[in-house]
């Protein structure tokens, strides 16, 4: 199987180009990054804005809204002396300067300075927990408080309420263990009610902290970033760093120790050893460690304590061969010097892989493709998710199931060449996806080969965050009437394709590494019925229920996303077969069961109150009243979580081939199992498997 050449590959979230474009427009060395980016983004975007007064007014408030977008920092007073540069932004940009988003910023720290203070002081003492006041969490705050007393008053009712439920959590949680043969001395009120409130302080500390950690270039970034989202939601600015980190979502490996991090109490702490990695094999450096210094080979150590993740990660990471040094502190409060050669990092977790499902009688195959990863190195011998289901297409008929789910809930999207390639997978020939180009011009690139790898029963399941490619592959399918899918009501509506560009100039001192890579929206993509998933996405041939379907989701709840609209459709023909024949009464049967199906009536009924109690919901500031309102709703949604549902007869396991590639390697061997135990009460994947069984009648 040919990966076909093709312009470029997306995700709803994070989205890369097989053919980086160079912009044609012509910077002097002296321009900013502001006017370089500005200047590429109406060079390129798919549909370009005017710098303007209009545009000044967007982006005064997109910046505001990222800055503060709960108003717990900002007042009326500091919007009054900020409201001058409302219509001067488009000025500054075109000047370089930032001079509205450094005085928001100098009023933010400060205001961090006052609050702490605050805070710390508010935290000194317990609160009154039988008082009769209430604190309403809104999913959207309207207004910002009239003055720093206002806003006082009101993070002082914030931290009342985050402490009470603290608190109520701590004593819920010794209650649950009292009759326990195990169970501890209960702890007094007061040594609970300590606790929570140094919770809540700490919780403070470390979101202010995080603020204060963002320096120069950081801000920079935040601030392109609010005006690159202003032409699209999926149009965004990446510094190299987090450029690297999306090269590594895209490939599913890079060049490291092979560890997960995060960032604890100042500490960089080891959350994860990637098995198969540099760490894995080297054996000293476990989960739980703390790194406090990292040395390149030989060379001076450098003190990473209270350094930022990404920055520490940096010194990290190396080129494959190398050697890094870490200085650790490990739980028993040793200290010790752990070597590591770096190595080829390989996320197993991130690429396709399948399963045998036996179900009365019947052997079916199962699918999970987390992503549409693809791997442009190795002189085009990188890995690739097209190829990879190719492989997995061909282990499971040799396992002789009688059909197969693909299973792309959750899946972003990613290369749009690979969802191309996997399309002809399931058809003969023809289009798979049209692209429209700022222009108007439209191509249909599609697949050309007509021998067909899997012919028989396909089913896709989807869901609200299956994005871009998911979405063309999906749309496909269902226009081809290859495929049924199952899913929530409907997919994430992402219907455009990015391409990076990489921003000209020479680096600087706010930028050693360079100025990094616009991403920017390029094209939009149509079904081959004419119609743009774009804001509207797939709507499943089968819908489930899903709790969160009052809620807005996917492309629709982003702001300054491009419209739905229609063109042409391509020349294709429908599939036929005799399990297609089967098509509508299969729906029909599967519709029926769900609508009589107990749990997903009480999924709809959750989702109801989900979606009243979402805009804005009253706590009492009384322990005894919160923890009325809290039995309240947790008694609600006992009814409808998943520990209620029954799933049906049905068994999971790994292919044999599978599990004899790792045989040896326990921890391999149980990676390769343990990724199974998210089927275990899978509702939808039920309900899929019941989809199948009738087509394959």
Same mark, same amino acid.
């Given at each position: 199987?040919?990966?076909?050449?093709?312009?470029?590959?997306?995700?709803?979230?994070?989205?890369?180009?097989?053919?980086?474009?160079?912009?044609?427009?012509?910077?002097?060395?002296?321009?900013?990054?502001?006017?370089?980016?500005?200047?590429?983004?109406?060079?390129?975007?798919?549909?370009?804005?005017?710098?303007?007064?209009?545009?000044?007014?967007?982006?005064?408030?997109?910046?505001?809204?990222?800055?503060?977008?709960?108003?717990?920092?900002?007042?009326?007073?500091?919007?009054?002396?900020?409201?001058?540069?409302?219509?001067?932004?488009?000025?500054?940009?075109?000047?370089?300067?930032?001079?509205?988003?450094?005085?928001?910023?100098?009023?933010?720290?400060?205001?961090?300075?006052?609050?702490?203070?605050?805070?710390?002081?508010?935290?000194?003492?317990?609160?009154?927990?039988?008082?009769?006041?209430?604190?309403?969490?809104?999913?959207?705050?309207?207004?910002?408080?009239?003055?720093?007393?206002?806003?006082?008053?009101?993070?002082?009712?914030?931290?009342?309420?985050?402490?009470?439920?603290?608190?109520?959590?701590?004593?819920?949680?010794?209650?649950?263990?009292?009759?326990?043969?195990?169970?501890?001395?209960?702890?007094?009120?007061?040594?609970?009610?300590?606790?929570?409130?140094?919770?809540?302080?700490?919780?403070?500390?470390?979101?202010?902290?995080?603020?204060?950690?963002?320096?120069?270039?950081?801000?920079?970034?935040?601030?392109?970033?609010?005006?690159?989202?202003?032409?699209?939601?999926?149009?965004?600015?990446?510094?190299?760093?987090?450029?690297?980190?999306?090269?590594?979502?895209?490939?599913?490996?890079?060049?490291?120790?092979?560890?997960?991090?995060?960032?604890?109490?100042?500490?960089?702490?080891?959350?994860?050893?990637?098995?198969?990695?540099?760490?894995?094999?080297?054996?000293?450096?476990?989960?739980?460690?703390?790194?406090?210094?990292?040395?390149?080979?030989?060379?001076?150590?450098?003190?990473?304590?209270?350094?930022?993740?990404?920055?520490?990660?940096?010194?990290?990471?190396?080129?494959?061969?190398?050697?890094?040094?870490?200085?650790?502190?490990?739980?028993?409060?040793?200290?010790?010097?752990?070597?590591?050669?770096?190595?080829?990092?390989?996320?197993?977790?991130?690429?396709?892989?399948?399963?045998?499902?036996?179900?009365?009688?019947?052997?079916?195959?199962?699918?999970?493709?987390?992503?549409?990863?693809?791997?442009?190195?190795?002189?085009?011998?990188?890995?690739?998710?097209?190829?990879?289901?190719?492989?997995?297409?061909?282990?499971?008929?040799?396992?002789?199931?009688?059909?197969?789910?693909?299973?792309?809930?959750?899946?972003?999207?990613?290369?749009?060449?690979?969802?191309?390639?996997?399309?002809?997978?399931?058809?003969?020939?023809?289009?798979?996806?049209?692209?429209?180009?700022?222009?108007?011009?439209?191509?249909?690139?599609?697949? +050309?080969?007509?021998?067909? !790898?899997? $012919?028989? &029963?396909?089913?896709?399941?989807?869901?609200?965050?299956? =994005? @871009? *490619?998911?979405?063309?592959?999906?749309?496909?399918?269902?226009?081809?009437?290859?495929?049924?899918?199952?899913?929530?009501?409907?997919?994430?509506?992402?219907?455009?394709?990015?391409?990076?560009?990489?921003?000209?100039?020479?680096?600087?001192?706010?930028?050693?590494?360079?100025?990094?890579?616009?991403?920017?929206?390029?094209?939009?993509?149509?079904?081959?019925?004419?119609?743009?998933?774009?804001?509207?996405?797939?709507?499943?041939?089968?819908?489930?229920?899903?709790?969160?379907?009052?809620?807005?989701?996917?492309?629709?709840?982003?702001?300054?996303?491009?419209?739905?609209?229609?063109?042409? +459709?391509?020349?294709?023909? !429908?599939? $036929?077969? &005799?399990?297609?024949?089967?098509?509508?009464?299969?729906? =029909? @049967? *599967?519709?029926?069961?769900?609508?009589?199906?107990?749990?997903?009536?009480?999924?709809?009924?959750?989702?109801?109150?989900?979606?009243?109690?979402?805009?804005?919901?009253?706590?009492?500031?009384?322990?005894?009243?919160?923890?009325?309102?809290?039995?309240?709703?947790?008694?609600?949604?006992?009814?409808?979580?998943?520990?209620?549902?029954?799933?049906?007869?049905?068994?999971?396991?790994?292919?044999?081939?599978?599990?004899?590639?790792?045989?040896?390697?326990?921890?391999?061997?149980?990676?390769?199992?343990?990724?199974?135990?998210?089927?275990?009460?899978?509702?939808?994947?039920?309900?899929?498997?019941?989809?199948?069984?009738?087509?394959?009648?």
């Amino acid at each position: 199987m040919k990966v076909k050449s093709w312009l470029s590959v997306f995700s709803a979230g994070t989205i890369m180009a097989l053919l980086v474009f160079c912009s044609n427009k012509k910077f002097t060395a002296g321009d900013s990054l502001l006017v370089r980016v500005t200047g590429i983004l109406n060079e390129k975007h798919y549909a370009p804005l005017k710098i303007n007064d209009d545009f000044s007014k967007k982006l005064y408030d997109n910046v505001l809204e990222k800055l503060d977008d709960d108003k717990r920092f900002f007042t009326q007073e500091d919007i009054k002396k900020l409201e001058r540069y409302k219509t001067s932004l488009d000025d500054q940009i075109k000047a370089g300067r930032y001079d509205f988003f450094d005085s928001a910023w100098i009023i933010l720290m400060r205001r961090l300075d006052v609050l702490e203070t605050h805070i710390n002081t508010t935290l000194d003492k317990p609160f009154d927990y039988k008082s009769t006041a209430t604190f309403t969490v809104k999913e959207t705050v309207e207004k910002y408080q009239v003055n720093e007393l206002a806003l006082k008053q009101d993070w002082t009712k914030w931290l009342h309420y985050q402490t009470t439920d603290r608190l109520f959590r701590k004593q819920e949680a010794q209650n649950n263990v009292k009759d326990s043969a195990a169970a501890k001395p209960s702890k007094p009120f007061d040594t609970l009610e300590l606790k929570a409130r140094e919770e809540t302080r700490k919780f403070c500390t470390d979101w202010f902290k995080r603020w204060r950690k963002m320096d120069k270039r950081d801000r920079i970034s935040f601030y392109v970033n609010a005006i690159a989202e202003l032409y699209d939601p999926h149009t965004n600015y990446y510094p190299p760093e987090e450029k690297a980190n999306f090269d590594i979502s895209m490939t599913g490996k890079l060049e490291g120790i092979g560890a997960t991090l995060s960032e604890r109490d100042g500490y960089i702490k080891v959350e994860r050893i990637v098995p198969g990695s540099a760490s894995y094999k080297q054996g000293d450096l476990k989960a739980g460690d703390l790194i406090i210094k990292v040395a390149q080979g030989a060379g001076e150590p450098v003190d990473v304590v209270d350094m930022k993740l990404d920055d520490a990660i940096q010194l990290i990471r190396g080129k494959k061969g190398t050697e890094v040094r870490l200085t650790v502190k490990k739980p028993d409060g040793s200290i010790k010097v752990i070597p590591i050669i770096r190595d080829v990092v390989v996320i197993e977790e991130s690429y396709a892989r399948s399963a045998i499902i036996e179900h009365q009688g019947k052997r079916f195959g199962v699918i999970q493709l987390p992503s549409f990863y693809a791997d442009f190195g190795e002189r085009g011998r990188g890995r690739h998710s097209s190829q990879d289901v190719y492989m997995e297409l061909l282990k499971l008929q040799d396992a002789n199931v009688e059909g197969i789910m693909l299973d792309l809930r959750n899946n972003g999207g990613g290369s749009l060449a690979d969802a191309i390639d996997m399309g002809g997978l399931f058809i003969k020939e023809g289009p798979i996806v049209q692209v429209r180009d700022p222009r108007g011009s439209v191509d249909a690139p599609g697949d +050309p080969d007509p021998n067909i !790898v899997y $012919s028989g &029963p396909l089913v896709i399941l989807t869901n609200t965050y299956s =994005a @871009s *490619a998911s979405e063309i592959l999906a749309a496909a399918m269902q226009d081809y009437k290859r495929a049924l899918i199952i899913g929530s009501k409907s997919t994430f509506g992402k219907g455009t394709v990015q391409t990076f560009i990489p921003i000209g100039g020479a680096s600087s001192s706010d930028f050693p590494r360079g100025f990094g890579q616009l991403k920017v929206t390029i094209q939009k993509f149509y079904r081959i019925n004419g119609g743009t998933t774009q804001l509207n996405g797939v709507i499943p041939d089968v819908i489930i229920p899903d709790m969160y379907d009052g809620i807005p989701q996917g492309e629709q709840e982003m702001k300054h996303y491009l419209p739905y609209d229609k063109i042409k +459709p391509a020349n294709y023909s !429908v599939f $036929s077969s &005799p399990h297609t024949a089967r098509f509508p009464a299969a729906v =029909a @049967s *599967a519709k029926d069961r769900i609508a009589k199906e107990n749990y997903f009536g009480g999924v709809q009924k959750r989702a109801k109150n989900l979606a009243a109690i979402r805009d804005s919901y009253t706590w009492s500031l009384n322990l005894e009243k919160y923890a009325a309102q809290q039995k309240t709703l947790k008694e609600e949604e006992k009814k409808y979580t998943d520990s209620s549902y029954q799933a049906i007869k049905r068994n999971i396991n790994p292919l044999a081939s599978d599990l004899d590639e790792v045989k040896g390697d326990a921890t391999r061997e149980a990676q390769r199992k343990d990724w199974l135990k998210m089927y275990a009460k899978d509702a939808w994947l039920d309900q899929a498997i019941l989809l199948m069984q009738d087509l394959v009648k």
